[in-house]
């Protein structure tokens, strides 16, 4: 079992800043693959960066150059430093890691933390 807690959601005014606090705990391991995700009302929930199993990093083209994932191993701690943020990235973000258990790879998710842009 992996539990994964987000933090550092909140509101904020366009072109604020905000960092995501992504904490781990349980059979996790360096290379899983972690990522961010965001969902907004009436939207599929999209992904937003993440490392993929090389360490390499990735992100949607909407939040490049002014979003930054990072990461922690020995704390077991992922974040997303999110600058000049517009109204467009208000959504609830969460944490997801893909575990490598007994074989097969199973998917485990935070509970989601709420990012709102607004003046």
């Known amino acids: 079992q992996v539990q994964l807690v987000e933090s550092g959601g909140g509101l904020v005014q366009p072109g604020g800043s905000l960092r995501l606090s992504c904490a781990a705990s349980?059979?996790?391991?360096?290379?899983?693959?972690m990522s961010w995700y965001r969902q907004s009302p009436g939207k599929q929930r999209e992904l937003v960066a993440g490392?993929?199993?090389?360490?390499?990093?990735y992100y949607v083209d909407s939040v490049s150059g002014r979003f930054t994932i990072s990461r922690e191993s020995a704390k077991n701690m992922m974040y997303l430093l999110m600058n000049n943020l517009k109204p467009e990235d208000t959504a609830v973000y969460y944490c997801?890691?893909?575990?490598?258990?007994?074989?097969?790879?199973?998917?485990?998710w935070g509970q989601g933390t709420q990012v709102t842009v607004s003046s």
């Open positions: 490392f993929d199993r090389s360490g390499a990093t």
């Open positions: 997801y890691r893909l575990v490598s258990e007994s074989g097969a790879l199973v998917a485990y």
């Open positions: 349980g059979r996790i391991f360096e290379f899983d693959v």
